[in-house]
């Protein structure tokens, strides 16, 4: 697979807006994607945030396995807030309240102290795809920020009402230069890059091999396969079992690695962690 590499124009743009307006937060809500919580934890950010307090959320958690609660177990043994996260369920509103309403505990009880009764603010950031906005949407209430499955959807920095907060929506930002392409595929396979720069075979057949080597049983019960052995056997078996068969019985590779990508991005495949915490002890979020 070529080296995934994707940093549009307007990125540029975003994180010096941020860089501009992060003295006016008290904290930042920083969003990974629970299924792959490095891949999708940008350091470029970190800068950013300074020592602004962070509250780490592991969100579509209804897609990932147990390993999920070990990436929170990691984070908040780094000294950071962390908790895992559903937007599409408005539940997670009180958890994710709570949260916010402990970091700025301290900083309430002086400004009233001083007979102030101020608002908070808290900038929204990650990569592209992770649900910044629905994170956001869940918070106000209501559809305030656009969202959608592709990359990219918001470009624009805007601040939004939630309740006894203020919320900063920005755009998904990646680092300018992916050193680690094992979690730039991760990155591939969740839909934080641009689906129209990528090869979709190359996709398919290396998150088919990921899931053969951490998931077999999983790929056994939705697409029959049993030979592990070879990742295109693999795809050729995928094909047969959704009948991705071209005229001449040739197989339609293409239909096969959309459905595949799609299908794990949906969670039909089932619960699905990229990453295990257990290789990334003392990792630095």
């Excluded at 949260?99 to 900038?123: S, V, W, Y």
């Excluded at 939630?162 to 979690?183: H, R, V």
Aim: glycine letters at 8%; proline letters at 3%.
């Amino acid at each position: 697979m070529k080296n995934i590499q994707w940093f549009p124009g307007h990125m540029t743009r975003a994180m010096r807006d941020m860089e501009e307006r992060k003295d006016l937060c008290d904290g930042v809500i920083c969003v990974l994607d629970a299924r792959a919580p490095v891949a999708t934890y940008n350091k470029n950010l970190k800068k950013i945030f300074g020592q602004k307090p962070i509250l780490y959320l592991l969100n579509k958690a209804d897609l990932a396995d147990s390993k999920a609660d070990g990436f929170v177990k990691l984070i908040e043994k780094s000294g950071h807030y962390c908790v895992k996260s559903d937007s599409t369920n408005v539940s997670t509103k009180r958890v994710l309240m709570q949260k916010l309403a402990a970091i700025t505990a301290e900083k309430r009880e002086r400004a009233e102290a001083k007979g102030l009764n101020r608002t908070f603010r808290f900038m929204v950031a990650g990569i592209p795809n992770t649900g910044k906005s629905t994170v956001v949407n869940l918070l106000s209430g209501q559809k305030r920020a656009k969202t959608g499955d592709k990359a990219g959807v918001t470009r624009d920095v805007r601040w939004l009402k939630c309740g006894e907060f203020d919320l900063l929506d920005t755009p998904g930002t990646m680092p300018p230069s992916f050193d680690n392409q094992y979690l730039a595929r991760h990155l591939a396979y969740i839909g934080s890059i641009n689906d129209d720069i990528l090869d979709f075979d190359d996709v398919a057949l290396e998150l088919l091999g990921e899931l053969a080597a951490l998931y077999p049983e999983k790929l056994t019960e939705r697409y029959g396969i049993t030979d592990f052995s070879e990742k295109l056997g693999m795809y050729e078996a995928l094909c047969k079992r959704r009948g991705f068969i071209l005229r001449g019985g040739e197989y339609d590779y293409e239909r096969g690695a959309k459905a595949l990508v799609d299908d794990f991005r949906k969670g039909r495949i089932g619960k699905i962690c990229l990453e295990n915490p257990s290789d990334y002890q003392g990792y630095e979020f």
